[in-house]
Each structure stands twice: as structure tokens, then as C-alpha cells.
């Protein structure tokens, strides 16, 4: 291979190690994205969640489907406001949601009837009460579906849905269907999101289904030709046939006779339009939402019946009644297993989408005696409204005259917590006490008799489930049992109160990383100088650790800032991937016995993964985080809420003051007295990396200022002020001025904003604070000291001055003051009494008779003299130390002392009696030197003859 094309091939290797990374770290950073069930772009097909309950056994007279669920979709994929806003159902098909069920089962397979919506939600704007939306379904009687909440769970919402619709099953058929149990009835039900006629075609001369008539029915529907898009399709009850527990249809009647007689079983009645006649007129049993209460309601059927509080079910609003069509006839002349008079029922209810007994209300299954009529003549479930009607068992009091009511009563008769005294059921007291998800169904079974009151022995799993252990669920049976003791039962009312699917626990955010403590403070917030910190805090693991809850790390879009309220499931919930944030990562929620929840979590955000650098971490900026679980045990990759919201801000190091800007100004004495209220004036300048939005708003705090001072001779440094937080307005406009003072020292600080980001401050220190002189030079020198520290509490690099701090009053003594010469001591009063000299250089203006002045230094010891000018030998002469404010030597040298001293005056003396002594200085000195050598000349020579002359002798 030649040279210039390896030189290419690099070329292109070298741009491809470029690119890529980019390339994948863009991809990295989509928002939203890359979540076990929550990623990429959610699917618009439907998926049954949950059934919550149904009605799997269906008689061939009384066919109803009732059915509640869950059902998940894409979010915002369906809008409950679509519905017609007068009669609040889907007339037109403008709803993006539909079923389409097979109506005639097994007997017509191309048959489908679709259902429609009819909105149950009462608007945030209606001016309808809070409880118009379940009232409205409480009185439905027609075909139609609702949606009672949508429970947002990321990417996907959670309908919360009930169905009410007839079917129309075979009345008849071979022998294989007369069997006890019922038989296998598959019954499709599809669900339709988004426009409905390009998703489905119908063999009919419109080739569409048409909205125009209440009734929607395709005669020649086949699934698999005419779903047109099945990603906006599926079949909900596919699962359940899977898992069999698909419907099974009993026949109306018995076949055969005598001991050759087959029959499906006992039969719990539905329940269809008024029949029988519940609280609200209609079909109130099924799907009752009890979340806003009921008004009062009055009929000519049922009489007035009081409205309840939110969570609790008026009375006569659930039933149970049983038909037997083994009646005492030709064909079962014997009555053998014909009398079902009697029934167990048990409310139960999801738990962490597990069934529970309702404790407060049917801890135990509830056994029921005395239905009428006895003894039982039904042949066949055709036109039995009327009995039903007559002799159904509500949840009302017991009467003499209706004996088999449903009132749930203690072992001691009285009622339980959740039964009220007038039949009502307080699903809100039930729910709260045993912390229940809030679906609740009651199950009822049947017990069957002879005619003659003996056991019944045929096929007991199914007309005495009791004998076989079939009846109830208690605490403590594993979860197989309970589904086989539900489903050898007839569910037949369900009623919901705040409702919610099981959702993981949220987790917590509890640190973020920075130089020392990390835990937020009570705001939720921390500061930290890491621009790529680690995020950790509390989670709760999954109870099957080979299903680990996974923890999502969100940093906040600026674009799209995280909205509040995220702990509850409504209008404050967020519900679109544009408010989550950059995801960050995910990471398993590990077991942790030290955590509070039992688990814990940490995710670094490495500052890569936003869309673009300019959207990056950055100093004086800060950053939002909020996560949540994802569980993968359900298959659905449910979230929980989201956690609370941590935010960092981003702190760098402070600027270092400007030294140069410094200044201190020092007061002197006047007249000998340092002026009232005298004060040293320390100045400067600062520019804080960290200034405070005055708005209030999200923003940094600002630095704080903190200004100190120390004697020369002292080992510590005295505080003087500290600014307190948002001292330094980002947005305050330049000229603007302010003061902070400083409650432990009492000082004040005052501010002008001379530029963007600087500020000039004045602090005036009283003179008193400045004590210790004890006359040495270096207890006069102090340093003055300026920091800044940042809100993590590091401070910048000082800046500082030294200045002499004099203002210790001189004073002037006089201790000559003749025509020859005048002179004195200077010196400073310390500790009150105590002389100390005044500084070697000190300068005193002396001022004579007539106004001339002389300026002599002060020397050792504070010593001073001046010699009067020639010609003044009488007057007043004054001396004083004068101030001109320095403090220090001038350009040339010459040391001009701050402090005034009080001035003194003397008249001058000519002092005669001592100049006329001899040895006493003046011009008679002079002379009396001479006489005196003279004398002592002429003593000597005398002394000299006196020797010669006795010499001789």
C-alpha cells in the first residue's frame, strides 16, 4: 500500500474517532430516552395493564359484559374530553379510543359490536360538582365504556376503564355446553386507539363502521383481514384466555332429566338497566367510583336514600342475588341440588396488586341464609327480572322482612368499621387503615341444597364451593389460592376510591457531591465546586432481586424546568418527557440495611450528556436533579412519582480583593481632645464572582464580605463585619447604594455599585475599638484585612494594608520659658496617669510676642527647646504640636505628627536673681571669671615670694 493512501486512511480513522463519540454522546443525551420500558419512542398499541374484574361467568339469557381494568396507552393518546359536551358520549367518533367486542361469541364469530366512550370526568372548568361524573355512571343502563382516571406513568397513561354492554350468547346448544362450571366461551375484545376508521374495516356497503346510529355493529368483522393498524390494536382478552381464565358461558336452562340431568350450575344475576333497582336507578354496582361522594336520591322504588361523604358507597347500591334453574319440575322431580337460598360474599381488594380481605369491612367470607323464594321452582333464568327485582339482598340493615340483606356485623353483631349504620360503605376508612390500592370487588358463593335440606353432592366446586374449600380469602393464603377461591366464585360488584396503580416507592435524593458535607440543607439544595458531582441518595429495592428496581437520573432543560408537585397524580404530575430533564443514567437500587427506605443509589452526572456545551454545568450557574424507579416485575416498567428536587449550585474560588484600592483614614486629636464620634475610615473595592438575583428567584447566593482587623502585637485577628447573604444584587443597576451592619459587632458597611460586577464599601471603625496602646510604636501599627468567601464557606486570598492608628492626645509641658530660652517635655498620657514620651521627630510649633513662630523636633525622651528670636526678651510666647493629618514622614523627610496637642503659653522671663550669681551663665559670669583669675594669679604669686624667702633662711 502506498504512502498517500494510508495517508488518507488515517485521515479518515482520525475523523471517525472525532465523530462518532459525538455522535454518541448527542444520541446519549435525547431526553427521555433509554429507560427498560420507558425508552425510545412509546408504542401506541394498547396493552391490557391489569383486569380488576369481570364478570368471566355469563348466564345465556342474562348475558352482560361488565368488566374493569386497566389499560395502558401512549400518553396524551387519549383526551376525556373528546365526548360530545352535551351528553358527554362519543356520538361522532372523535375520541381516540373505542372497543370492538365479539357480540355473539362462539355463535357468530364475525359478529363484533363496537362501544363507545361516554365521559364520566367532570372538567376542571365544569361548574358540575365533583362527584357528576360518577353519578352520571351510576345511572348508566347503556352500552358504553368510561374512563374513570388516568394515571400518568412516563411515556405511557393508565386508563382506568369499566364496560357495561350486552351480548347476545347462544341460548342453546350441544351437550357439551350443559356442563357443571359452564363452558369455555372465548368472547375477543379489541382495543382502538387513535382514529378509528383507518384502523378497522367492515365487510358492509360503506366498507367503514359507521357513528350515526347508538348501536355500532359490524356483521362481517374478521380480526384478521380488517385490522388495518395493528400497532394501534390488540385484543385484551388474549391474555386472559392464555392464563384460562377466558369466560365461560352457562346455559339458561338444564338438559336432560332425572339422574341424566345436566346443568351449568347456580347462577349470580348481573344485573341490567333497573333490574334490580340500585341507588341511582340503574346499574350502580359495577365500577361505582366513590372518590367525591353521592347526593341524595329519591324513587318511587327504592325511597329516599341519604348522600354520602367522599369514599363511601350510599346504601342500595351493591346486591347479590342467586337463581338455581335445577328447579323441583318433571326434570328434577326429586329436587336434588336445586334450592341455592343461601351464599357466602366477601369483599376483597388489591394490596401491591395482590388480593386482600377487606379487614374493615369482610375479613371472613359473610354467609348469608334465607333468599326467597323457597322453595325454588326456576327451570330456566328467562324472565326473572321481577323475582330479582323482589328478592334481591342489598347492602341495607337487616329487617324481619328481608332477612338476607348484606350488612357486615362482628362476631358480636355489631357493625364493622366500614359498614354504616344506613347500608353504606366507607371504602375511604377501608382503603386508609389497611393501606389498600383502592379497587375493591365482592365475591359472592353459592351454597346449595336437596330440596329436602340435605347436602347437595353433585359437582360441589361448583354449588357448594364451600365444601371444597373454595369460599373466601384470608390473610395468609398463597397467592394461587386466592385466584382459585376468587375464581370459583361470581364477581358481581366492584366500587373503586382513589385508586392507583401499584407504583414502585419514590426515591430520594438525599446528597450531592461536593468539598465537605454533602447533604441538602432544608431548601434542597447544596453547593459545590464539582461540576461533574455525584448524585445518591434512598430507594426501595425490588422484592425480587432477579426484577431489580432500577433508579433514572434527570438533570433539569432551562428550556423545560422541572414543574413542582411531582408527589401526587394530577395536573401538577409531570406528564411529558420534555419536562424530565437530560437523563443522566440509571443504576440498580441497591440493598442498603443503613438506608431508611432499604436501599440506595448514586449516579455521577459527568457534564457530558447534555445536548450541547452551552447547556452545560457551569460555575455561578446551578443545576436541578430529580429520579424516579423504574420496576420491571410487572413487564410494564412502571415509575414511580418523582423524587424531590435536588439542586446544586456551582461555586468556583473568589477573586482575590485589589490591595491597591485599599485605604485607611485615622482621626487626630484637636486642641489635645480626639473629636466626639471620631471614627477610622477602612475603604476598598471588591468584584464578587457570586452576586445574588434580587428577585428572589433560583440563583447563587453571593459571596460574603468579611472584614477583620490586628494589632501588630496581637496573635489573633478581631472580626469586624461579615455581609450577610445577597448583599451583592446581581441586577442592581450601577450608582445604586446600601448599608448591611453586622449584629455581633454592631458595625455597618456601606455599598455603591460602581460598575457590573464592583462594588466600593466604606466601614467606619470607632475609635474606641483601637486599645492597647502601652507607648511602644508597634502596639500603634495595625493590619487591615479584607476576604471573600464563597457559599461553601472557602475564602479567597486576603488583601490587606498596615497603618499606625495614633490618636493618643499629646501634651506639652513647660519647663523654661526665659528671654534665654524655652523649653519642655512632650508626652502621652497611657493608662490614664502613666507619661510616655512623645515620638523622637514629633514636630512643636512654638508662636512669640508679636506672631513670628519657630517649629522645633521633638528629641529624646520627648524633649524640646527653642531659643526666642533676638530682640524678644518679654510677652507671651505659645507652643503646640499641630496637625496636618499625616501620619508619617513627607517627601522630605521630615516627620509631621498627626495628633494636636492643647495648646500652652508662658509669659517670657528675664529672671535677674539667678543671672546676677556667680557661675550662673550672662555676661557678669564672664567678667567674674576674669576677677577670679586675676585673684587667683595674684594668690599665687604671693605664694611664691613667701617660699623664696623662707628658702633663704
Not at 433539569?556 to 408537585?565: F, K, M, Q, R
Amino acid at each position: 500500500m502506498n504512502r498517500p493512501i494510508i495517508a488518507v486512511l488515517v485521515t479518515l480513522l482520525a475523523t471517525l474517532a472525532m465523530v462518532v463519540p459525538l455522535g454518541l454522546s448527542a444520541l446519549s443525551a435525547n431526553q427521555a430516552n433509554a429507560i427498560d420500558g420507558q425508552d425510545e419512542t412509546a408504542s401506541r398499541k394498547p396493552k391490557l395493564y391489569r383486569m380488576l374484574g369481570y364478570n368471566n361467568k355469563i348466564d345465556s339469557y342474562q348475558d352482560e359484559l361488565r368488566m374493569d381494568f386497566i389499560l395502558r396507552v401512549k400518553h396524551n393518546e387519549f383526551d376525556p374530553s373528546c365526548a360530545d359536551a352535551t351528553s358527554g358520549a362519543d356520538t361522532k367518533g372523535n375520541c381516540n379510543l373505542a372497543f370492538v367486542y365479539q357480540y355473539k361469541g362462539s355463535d357468530d364469530t364475525s359478529f363484533y359490536r363496537r362501544i363507545k366512550y361516554l365521559n364520566t370526568i367532570a372538567s376542571a372548568s365544569s361548574s358540575d360538582q365533583p362527584w357528576s361524573g360518577a353519578y352520571k355512571w351510576a345511572q348508566n343502563q347503556d352500552e358504553y365504556f368510561t374512563v374513570h382516571t388516568i394515571i400518568n406513568s412516563g411515556l405511557y397513561d393508565y386508563l382506568t376503564i369499566s364496560i357495561e354492554g350486552d351480548l347476545a350468547l347462544k341460548n342453546s346448544a350441544d351437550a357439551s355446553y350443559y356442563q357443571p362450571g359452564g363452558a369455555n366461551e372465548p368472547v375477543n375484545i379489541y382495543a382502538v386507539v387513535g382514529k378509528q376508521d383507518d384502523a378497522l374495516s367492515c365487510l358492509r356497503p360503506s366498507n367503514s363502521w359507521s357513528w350515526s346510529s347508538g348501536i355500532d355493529n359490524c356483521r362481517n368483522f374478521d380480526p384478521d383481514t380488517m385490522i388495518n393498524a395493528p400497532d394501534r390494536v390488540s385484543n385484551i382478552t388474549s391474555t386472559l384466555a392464555a392464563n384460562d381464565k377466558n369466560f365461560t358461558l352457562y346455559m339458561q336452562e338444564c338438559l336432560g332429566t332425572g339422574a341424566d340431568l345436566q346443568c351449568s350450575g347456580p347462577y349470580s344475576w348481573v344485573g341490567w338497566n333497573s333490574n334490580p333497582n340500585l341507588y341511582g336507578g340503574n346499574q350502580a354496582n359495577w365500577g361505582m367510583v366513590t372518590d367525591y361522594g353521592f347526593p341524595d336520591y329519591k324513587s318511587n322504588a327504592t325511597g329516599p336514600i341519604a348522600g354520602t361523604a367522599p369514599g363511601t358507597a350510599p346504601a342500595r347500591s351493591f346486591f347479590v342475588y342467586w337463581l338455581n334453574v335445577r328447579g323441583s319440575t318433571k326434570a328434577n322431580p326429586d329436587g336434588i341440588c336445586s334450592e341455592t337460598n343461601s351464599y357466602y360474599y366477601q369483599w376483597v381488594a388489591l394490596k401491591d396488586s395482590e388480593w386482600v380481605p377487606v379487614d374493615e369491612l369482610t375479613p371472613e367470607p359473610v354467609l348469608v341464609t334465607g333468599q326467597q323464594p323457597s322453595p325454588n321452582t326456576a327451570t330456566s333464568t328467562t324472565s326473572k327480572a321481577a323475582q330479582v327485582s323482589k328478592y334481591s339482598a342489598f347492602n341495607l340493615p337487616k329487617q324481619p322482612d328481608n332477612p338476607n340483606e348484606m350488612f357486615a356485623t362482628d362476631k358480636n353483631g355489631q357493625p364493622m368499621p366500614a359498614q354504616k349504620a344506613d347500608g353504606g360503605i366507607d371504602f375511604k376508612e377501608a382503603k386508609e387503615k389497611q393501606d389498600l390500592d383502592g379497587y375493591f370487588k365482592m365475591v359472592t358463593w353459592p351454597v346449595t341444597t336437596n330440596r329436602d335440606g340435605s347436602a347437595c353432592t353433585v359437582s360441589p366446586e361448583v354449588y357448594n364451593p364451600d365444601q371444597k374449600g373454595l369460599v373466601g380469602i384470608r390473610d395468609g393464603m398463597n397467592s394461587s389460592d386466592i385466584e382459585r377461591n376468587i375464581s370459583a366464585g361470581w364477581t358481581i360488584n366492584s366500587a373503586f376510591y382513589k385508586y392507583d396503580v401499584p407504583r414502585p416507592d419514590d426515591p430520594t435524593i438525599t446528597k450531592i457531591e461536593n468539598d465537605a458535607g454533602s447533604a441538602l440543607d432544608a431548601s434542597g439544595s447544596v453547593y459545590t465546586s464539582k461540576l461533574d458531582p455525584v448524585v445518591s441518595g434512598e430507594c426501595t429495592p425490588s422484592k425480587d432481586s432477579a426484577r431489580p428496581n432500577k433508579v433514572v437520573l434527570y438533570g433539569e432543560d432551562p428550556a423545560n424546568p422541572i414543574a413542582e408537585g411531582q408527589g401526587t397524580n394530577g395536573d401538577d404530575l409531570v406528564k411529558t418527557a420534555d419536562t424530565w430533564g437530560f437523563r443522566l443514567g440509571e443504576v440498580e437500587c441497591q440493598v442498603d440495611p443503613k438506608s431508611k427506605q432499604g436501599g440506595s443509589w448514586q449516579i455521577q452526572d459527568t457534564n457530558k450528556l447534555y445536548s450541547s456545551p452551552g447547556q452545560g454545568n457551569k460555575y455561578s450557574g446551578y443545576r436541578r436533579y430529580h429520579a424516579w424507579v423504574i420496576e420491571s416485575i410487572s413487564g410494564f416498567g412502571l415509575t414511580s412519582y418523582f423524587s424531590n428536587i435536588g439542586t446544586a449550585y456551582f461555586v468556583s474560588s473568589e477573586n482575590v480583593p485589589d490591595a491597591s484600592k485599599l485605604s485607611v483614614t485615622v482621626p487626630h486629636t484637636v486642641n489635645g481632645s480626639l473629636p466626639a464620634d471620631s471614627v477610622v475610615v477602612f475603604k476598598g473595592e471588591v468584584s464578587p464572582v457570586y452576586t445574588a438575583w434580587s428577585s428572589g428567584g433560583l440563583g447563587m447566593t453571593d459571596s460574603s464580605m468579611a472584614v477583620s482587623m490586628k494589632q501588630k502585637t496581637a496573635s489573633d485577628w478581631t472580626p469586624l463585619l461579615t455581609t450577610p447573604a445577597n448583599t451583592f444584587q446581581r441586577d442592581a443597576a450601577a450608582g445604586t447604594t446600601s448599608s448591611v451592619a453586622d449584629s455581633a459587632t454592631g458595625l455597618t458597611l456601606g455599598l455603591t455599585k460602581t460598575a457590573a460586577s464592583t462594588w466600593s464599601w466604606t466601614l467606619n471603625i470607632p475609635a474606641d475599638r483601637f486599645s492597647g496602646y502601652d507607648g511602644s510604636d508597634e502596639t500603634q501599627l495595625y493590619d487591615f484585612r479584607i476576604e471573600m468567601v464563597n457559599p461553601m464557606n472557602l475564602r479567597s486570598g486576603p488583601a490587606s494594608i498596615e497603618r499606625k492608628v495614633d490618636m493618643t492626645p499629646t501634651a506639652l509641658a513647660l519647663e523654661r520659658y526665659d528671654v534665654f530660652q524655652v523649653a519642655g517635655k512632650a508626652y502621652k498620657y497611657v493608662d490614664g496617669d502613666r507619661k510616655v514620651p512623645e515620638t523622637k521627630g514629633t514636630m512643636v510649633h512654638v508662636t512669640w510676642p508679636g506672631g513670628s513662630g519657630t517649629d522645633v523636633v521633638v528629641g529624646d525622651q520627648g524633649s524640646w527647646q527653642a531659643t526666642p528670636p533676638e530682640g524678644i526678651n518679654q510677652g507671651r510666647f505659645s507652643a503646640q504640636v499641630l496637625s496636618d493629618d499625616a501620619e508619617g514622614p513627607d517627601a522630605q523627610g521630615r516627620f509631621q505628627g498627626g495628633n494636636q496637642s492643647a495648646s500652652v503659653s508662658h509669659a517670657l522671663e528675664f529672671r535677674p536673681s539667678n543671672s546676677a550669681l556667680p557661675l550662673t551663665g550672662g555676661w557678669p559670669l564672664s567678667v567674674l571669671k576674669i576677677l577670679l583669675l586675676i585673684a587667683l594669679g595674684l594668690a599665687g604669686f604671693v605664694a611664691c615670694l613667701r617660699n623664696r624667702q623662707e628658702s633663704r633662711h
